[in-house]
């Protein structure tokens, strides 16, 4: 089992980071140890004769990107939030699968790979919400019209789930509330926060996550 970390333990360098081997110096010289020149995808495969429809979840690798495990999601969102203050356009550092457990904590892939829009990430990462009949094109076009109202960005996604962000002080919080409540009903039915909760979330800009069961 590779060995995962919990937080950074230097501040971030001030000098724009222009490339995936830029981005792996930065976070080898923040863990102290060595980046994956990889990263996890996962993808529904169809199983079975072609008169079934059956598919089951394989990971895969993508060898065009770099990654990291990192220990608890609420400090590799904070991560990723602090590395894009440093990064180029073009370069994007975002939360990529869960890979395994800790006791209570998920260790999670901070992943860095070329896109030239946050929304990559999602489509990358094959977000859908079968159980919701929302494909991954619906779940991006829907992304897109929350990001160009709220100003939200995108930290990270997997193939049920999208990590999102909003800016402190959002106007009319509720407004987007109610959007995420009905784009994503399993955030507020199976969640441990209530709407005013919520509420309370997106207007200090902390980090949600969206999923689908």
Not at 52 to 77: C, G, M, T
Not at 140 to 156: F, K, P, T, V, Y
Not at 192 to 200: G, M
Request: hydrophobic content about 40%; aromatic content about 6%; some cysteine.
């Amino acid at each position: 089992m590779e060995a995962a970390d919990s937080g950074p333990t230097v501040t971030t360098n001030p000098t724009a980071i222009t490339s995936l081997t830029e981005a792996a110096d930065w976070l080898s010289e923040t863990f102290r140890r060595t980046v994956r020149p990889y990263s996890s995808v996962d993808r529904w495969v169809s199983k079975g004769p072609p008169h079934v429809d059956y598919a089951e979840l394989e990971r895969i690798r993508d060898d065009e990107s770099i990654s990291i495990k990192v220990v608890r999601e609420d400090a590799a969102r904070e991560l990723v939030r602090e590395m894009r203050e440093v990064c180029a356009p073009g370069i994007v550092p975002f939360l990529g699968v869960t890979t395994q457990r800790r006791l209570c904590h998920s260790i999670v892939e901070l992943v860095v790979k070329e896109f030239s829009d946050e929304l990559d990430i999602v489509r990358h990462m094959g977000t859908s919400a079968g159980n919701y009949r929302l494909k991954n094109s619906d779940i991006i076009a829907e992304l897109s019209a929350l990001r160009d109202e709220s100003g939200m960005s995108i930290l990270g996604a997997a193939h049920n789930r999208c990590d999102i962000a909003t800016p402190p002080g959002l106007d009319k919080p509720w407004r987007l509330m109610d959007r995420l409540d009905a784009f994503c009903p399993d955030l507020l039915s199976q969640g441990s926060c209530s709407r005013q909760d919520l509420v309370a979330i997106l207007s200090r800009g902390e980090a949600i996550c969206l999923w689908w069961d």
